[in-house]
């Protein structure tokens, strides 16, 4: 099997496990629990889990600690829930790079996406942004295409990490378009954020909720998002597949458990947060995301 082949495949089925919906539960937690964010604080992983970390806490009467644990792509953080205590106390906010992208990446994976966790539930699916500095010359993705062409491997990209979805997104642009560029590995969507703004790169993807801020103060510009469509908040900001037909990349976070954890575990942690998405004010902030 191809590599995209295999990474459709694992995608589809987390996805799977992901929706399900076990329907016995238990008195649970007997302490509180610990979200494992495998990426640096600020980005989109990390808002997430703090945005639905404060309302689970509400819920089952217990603090939620977020944990954030970086490194080799969110691999890291992800292998150390996988082997933690199958009790579900110990939780992972996983991602398209950490159930996917670095199966096909890593040849010695320290843990296997289906066989070592019990998947909850999907939380969201967003795309990313393509955001150049202020000053840049890029006033459209077709301007950056053009450039990348005429003179390769000279434009420098701010990926979130090897293995990210960033990366990955890059690279099927790459692919498609027939680039040849820099790639820069930063520990994280704000750390890779932070290289835009200070100039140090030539542009990223970034989860738009990361970049809109900046965005909105004039600091950066959105040239495109990863999405088929626009967004709602970035309504003047066109598909990159406007300049590169047929290309569409989505991310998505849901939570993930140790394999092993007992059924009645995870059907009291899929109703619980499921309680939490449904809510009104968490559903305007996580449309946020996109």
Avoid: C
């Avoid at 995608?11 to 539960?25: D, F, T």
């Avoid at 106390?89 to 289906?114: D, F, N, Q, R, V």
């Avoid at 990366?167 to 890779?192: Q, S």
């Avoid at 703004?197 to 970049?211: K, M, N, Q, R």
């Amino acid at each position: 099997m191809s590599r995209p082949s295999f990474v459709a495949s694992v995608v589809l089925a987390i996805a799977g496990a992901l929706a399900g919906s076990p329907v016995h539960a238990q008195q649970f937690p007997a302490r509180p629990l610990r979200l494992v964010v495998p990426f640096a604080p600020g980005g989109s992983t990390d808002v997430l889990a703090r945005i639905v970390g404060q309302r689970l806490a509400e819920n089952v009467n217990q603090p939620v600690v977020i944990d954030n644990r970086t490194g080799a792509g969110g691999t890291i953080g992800s292998d150390l829930v996988a082997k933690a205590p199958p009790d579900g106390h110990t939780l992972l906010i996983g991602s398209i790079a950490t159930m996917a992208i670095a199966k096909a990446m890593y040849s010695k994976l320290p843990y296997e996406p289906l066989r070592d966790f019990a998947h909850i539930n999907l939380w969201v699916t967003f795309p990313l942004a393509l955001v150049v500095p202020a000053a840049s010359p890029f006033g459209t993705t077709q301007d950056l295409i053009a450039a990348a062409r005429a003179k390769p491997a000279s434009l420098r990209f701010a990926a979130q990490g090897i293995g990210t979805s960033s990366h990955a997104f890059v690279e099927l642009m790459n692919t498609m378009a027939r680039l040849k560029i820099i790639v820069v590995p930063y520990k994280g969507g704000a750390p890779a954020l932070n290289g835009v703004l200070a100039g140090e790169v030539d542009y990223a993807l970034i989860a738009v909720s990361t970049a809109l801020a900046q965005v909105g103060a004039g600091k950066i510009r959105a040239l495109g998002v990863t999405s088929a469509k626009s967004v709602a908040s970035l309504p003047n900001v066109p598909p990159i597949a406007a300049a590169l037909p047929g290309y569409e990349a989505l991310n998505f976070h849901g939570l993930h458990a140790p394999a092993k954890t007992p059924p009645a575990t995870v059907a009291r942690l899929h109703a619980e947060t499921a309680r939490v998405l449904q809510r009104a004010d968490v559903v305007k902030q996580l449309n946020g995301l996109a």
